[in-house]
């Protein structure tokens, strides 16, 4: 039986060992090690992450106690060492503490960058890249019989689409890699930093990541400053994206009506921009790799999704963002990808705030939550003993949403600190999935490849995104030159 210092009974966990406590038993897929290890201490289960203890969370019930009932309790996020290097001193939405700055910051997101309103008005760009630059290059390689990296042009049509409504360029003036930036932020926020855990091996930065994160922040300011700069530049201001909302707020309080009154500095705007480069970039394509590939796997569902893709739109035109509310079976396909692969598998990071007591178990004050929605995902007693198979008629039955009520699916956490950009980032994924599964047949290579036989390794990081790219061929196979 564990005690935290103030001798309450903590969750049981583990044995750990002096100075690393438990971080040698994470692996590298740690949401896979930690759900074997649930399984033998429970739904509520305490680790030692060097000095940090860290409570996992790893049953819907146990979910719901900590993201609805005790939601307040548990909606600030660990200072972790990412955080100051790469989001100016946690002065963006993603990593900031709970409170009036975060709260304020959180109400201008979702009411002038990611409403739904603002995602709809970007429905001309998305038809654009998806719709034609996308579905037209992949229908010159059907012609060629050209094998195609798919997991590449996913991830290209996410980041054009990101670009432009950000930051209003298209990737071709961008002589940066910011997709590769992105991607080296996710890695270093999701490591399992020793800085954050055993302080005092933090200075010698055995893992090299402190290095890492100032050489990633110092160039993505430089980008960031870069695009600002283009922007207050322009003669001819008109509100085209993102930026374009968030700069005439520099030196305006943040909300005239708090008690707090925080001014906008040209700070907090690149820390909001980077928060925003780096969800949109990496959740969205991470989504739609996994979903495909799991069509690929699966043909009987391949095939059924093509079938309401001709009834609902035909065989002579693509889709439209408008058919996406009649497409039933895509959002079943949908919820089974993001059982089986949450794409953020432990949410991020959430502090507890008070000491509190939860299922008799004691959760001391600054203790670091971890969700682990991907053991929830994989769980029997949750979803059947068929709960490997990728089998989307169970959502037929059971009336479960995306939105955060049901604590058996959280792909976009839940509570105060659940994503702001569902509606965005669900309206780009599926789109792009309806686009590639209607336009197209996709053949496996080398010839006689197994649909089971396709690659599924995973990467760990902040996200769980494939290690391997797809490499398919596509076969056209909407009537003549459909548009
Ligand atoms: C399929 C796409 C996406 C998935 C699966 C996803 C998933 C998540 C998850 C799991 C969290 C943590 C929630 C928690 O702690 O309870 C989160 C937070 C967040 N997401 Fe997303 N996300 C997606 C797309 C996007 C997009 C497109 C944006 C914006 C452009 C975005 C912006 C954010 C922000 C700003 C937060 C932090 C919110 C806060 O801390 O208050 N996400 N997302």
């Given amino acids: 039986q564990k005690h935290s210092k103030n001798g309450g ?21 740690p949401h896979r090690s930690l ?36 939601d307040t309790n548990f909606a600030s996020r660990p200072k972790i060492q990412a955080s100051d290097y790469m989001s100016y001193g946690t002065k963006g939405l993603v990593f900031a503490e709970y409170g009036p700055y ?35 290059s992949l229908k010159m390689s059907a012609a060629t019989g050209e094998v195609v990296d798919l997991s590449q042009k996913i991830g290209e049509v996410v980041e054009d689409i990101s670009t432009r409504m950000i930051l209003g360029r298209s990737k071709d003036d961008d002589r940066y890699d910011l997709k590769g930036l992105a991607e080296e932020v996710l890695t ?39 695009i600002i700069v283009e922007h207050e530049q322009d003669i001819n201001h008109q509100h085209r994206d993102l930026v374009d909302v968030l700069l005439p707020l520099i030196n305006q309080p943040m909300n005239p009506q708090d008690d707090h009154i925080y001014v ?38 391949m095939k059924k999704l093509q079938e309401e893709l001709q009834s609902v739109v035909g065989m002579d035109r693509i889709v439209d963002e408008k058919d996406l509310v009649k497409l039933g079976y895509l959002n079943m396909v949908m919820k089974e990808s993001l059982r089986l ?83 965005l980032g669900l309206t780009t994924v599926r789109l792009v999935l309806a686009q590639l599964v209607h336009c197209f047949d996709w053949k496996l290579i080398p010839h006689g490849t197994r649909p089971k036989d396709i690659d599924m390794t995973e990467i760990f990081g902040l996200s769980v995104p494939r290690a391997n790219h797809l490499l398919v061929k596509p076969v056209h196979r909407l009537l003549g030159q459909s548009m």
Wanted: charged share 20%; glycine share 8%; aromatic share 8%.
């Fill in 341 to 423: 692969h949450p794409v953020v598998p432990f949410l991020i990071p959430r502090e507890c705030m008070e000491g509190i007591t939860i299922g008799g178990y004691y959760i001391p004050k600054k203790s670091r939550i971890m969700v682990n929605t991907w053991a929830i995902g994989h769980d029997q007693n949750v979803w059947s003993n068929n709960v490997e198979e990728f089998f989307p008629e169970r959502f037929i039955e059971r009336n479960i949403d995306l939105r955060g009520h049901d604590f058996e699916l959280l792909p976009f956490g839940s509570g105060r600190r659940m994503c702001p950009g569902l509606h």
């Fill in 264 to 301: 906008i500095d040209r700070t907090n705007i690149k820390a909001i921009l980077l928060d925003l480069i780096i969800a949109s970039f990496d959740a969205a394509t991470t989504a739609t790799e996994w979903t495909i590939s799991e069509l690929l796997r699966n043909p009987r569902v």
């Fill in 9 to 29: 009974k903590l969750p049981p966990g583990p044995p750990s060992i002096p100075i690393i406590g438990n971080l040698h038993q994470l692996g590298t897929l």
């Fill in 188 to 226: 270093l926020a999701g490591a399992f930093n020793f800085a954050d855990y055993v302080p005092f091996l933090g200075a010698l930065d055995l893992q090299g990541l402190t290095r890492r994160m100032k050489k990633a922040s110092k160039h993505f300011d430089q980008v960031l400053e870069k």
């Fill in 102 to 136: 975060w709260r304020n910051i959180r109400k201008l997101c979702t009411l002038q960058l990611l409403s739904s309103s603002k995602a709809e008005s970007f429905a001309g760009l998305r038809r654009e890249e998806i719709g034609v630059s996308l579905v037209e």
């Fill in 35 to 70: 759900q074997k290890l649930a399984q033998k201490y429970g739904p509520i289960m305490s680790i030692r992450l060097g000095t940090v203890t860290s409570i996992v969370v790893s049953s819907p019930q146990a979910a719901e106690q900590f993201l609805k009932t005790h």
